[in-house]
Every structure is written in C-alpha cells, then in structure tokens.
C-alpha cells in the first residue's frame, strides 16, 4: 500500500524559506512511471499546485510560485522535499504532497495517492 | 491565471440526484484536457473519486459518475447519501504560461 507523510516545521517566520519533506513508501521515488507533486490549501479555500518533480530530478513549477519554490528529489531516501522562499501570512495552508499519475495511456496527469497534509502557519 | 469554476454549493435529500458543474477555457478543458474529480471529506485529503472524465478507481461507488463536453465537466451522484456530504473538486491541465495543473474553486455538496 502505497503512502506518503509530510513533515516539517509547523510555524515559519514571514519573509524566510518553508522547508518541508515528504517520505514515500510502499513505491519507489525512482519508478519511471510516476511524477512527485506538492499541492496546499489555504484555511477554508481550494487547492493550489504548487509543482512536481521526476526521479531524475526534472521539475515543473506552477508559474505563480516559480519564482519562490524548489522542489528536489533523493531517491536514496525514497523522499522529495519542497522549499518556498520569502514566505509571507499568505503561504499560511496546509501542504500536501501527493503522486502524480497518467492513470490510462492516453489520460492526463492526476493525483492519485495524496499525504494526509501538514498545517504551516507564516507568523512573526 | 485560468479558473475552472464550479458552484459554492448545491444541496439535495437522501436518495436524490445532483450535479456539479465544472467550466473552463479553452487552453484547459477545451484544449482536450481531462477533467479529473476529488471528494474532501471535512479535515480529510482529498480523494480522487473520477478520473479522465469519467472513470471511476476502484472502491468508488457507481453512483458518481462524470462527464465532459467542450469547455466543461460534470460530475453526477444519484442516490445521495449522509456520507456524501464533503468538498468536491475538479481538476484538469493548463497549457497557458508554462502550463500548470488547475483545480475547479470548489463544490460543497450538503445532505439535507
């Protein structure tokens, strides 16, 4: 059973880098088949992609955050991380990281396998 | 950036039919995109409930089911249940900007 678990600190001070990991397990980060994604929510809104990363280390970022985010890979740990810089309140979300996967041959991508989410709050 | 719009909300009683309305642009949906559906349940993940239109993964009842025509989607639960009560969510791809995945604004279906 394939899962995944963020973690990393609750509470960021504005203007510093969110940093946060996520650990994958019952599937390997290096598979071919899969891209690594991180997505958040704001407190009662919807959900933002914020971007995605291959095992060899290929990324796409959603052109909003680009600036700000880096997304890196160790397939040694069987993990991803995320780190989102000059943070401010409005970063404040919870942050999931999920599987991205082409579920038919011909399909777009989607998120099949998400974390259970973890709550960063941006406060001085 | 493009939206994928939905409606703040719709409601119905135990048993009943209803639908959440997903419409987008013509460099999303309408570029040929699938549109993919999450169901959050309250302080949940969201799960994905129909992919590529209108697939349903395995364990999903069939009483979701969706649809795409043009610009937009739709997703349909007949025989609506107490447990259905959660945040509905479409999902597809946009190839404007460097192209990005795009989520709909978000349904919160309500049981009467």
């Known amino acids: 059973q394939v899962q995944l678990q963020e973690s990393g600190p609750g509470l960021v001070k504005p203007s510093q880098t969110l940093s946060l990991t996520c650990i994958v397990s019952?599937?390997?980060?290096?598979?071919?088949?899969?891209?690594w994604s991180w997505i958040r929510q704001p407190a009662g809104k919807g959900l933002e992609w914020i971007g995605r990363?291959?095992?060899?280390?290929?990324?796409h970022y959603n052109p909003s955050l680009k600036s700000r985010v880096t997304i890196s890979i160790d397939t040694s740990k069987n993990q991803f991380s995320l780190k989102l810089s000059s943070v401010t309140v409005a970063d404040t979300a919870v942050y999931y990281c999920?599987?991205?996967?082409?579920?038919?041959?011909?399909?777009?991508?989607?998120?099949?396998?998400w974390g259970q989410g973890t709550r960063v709050t941006v406060s001085s | 950036q493009s939206e994928l719009t939905q409606p703040p909300s719709v409601s119905g009683a135990p048993g009943q039919r209803v639908t959440i309305s997903c419409t987008g642009s013509?460099?999303?949906?309408?570029?040929?995109?699938?549109v993919h559906w999450f169901q959050q349940l309250p302080g949940t993940a969201p799960k994905l409930l129909i992919y590529?239109?209108?697939n349903r993964p395995s364990g999903v009842p069939d009483r979701f089911s969706g649809s795409k025509s043009a610009t937009s989607a739709s997703l349909a639960i007949t025989g609506l249940q107490t447990e259905d009560e959660a945040d509905y969510y479409c999902?597809?791809?946009?190839?404007?900007?460097?192209?990005?995945?795009?989520f709909g604004t978000g349904t919160k279906v309500t049981v009467l």
């Open positions: 999920a599987r991205v996967v082409e579920p038919d041959v011909s399909s777009s991508p989607t998120f099949d396998i």
């Open positions: 019952g599937a390997s980060s290096s598979s071919d088949r899969y891209f």
């Open positions: 990363i291959y095992s060899s280390g290929i990324t």
């Open positions: 013509n460099s999303n949906i309408g570029a040929g995109y699938d």
């Open positions: 590529a239109n209108n």
């Open positions: 999902q597809s791809y946009d190839s404007s900007l460097s192209g990005y995945y795009i």
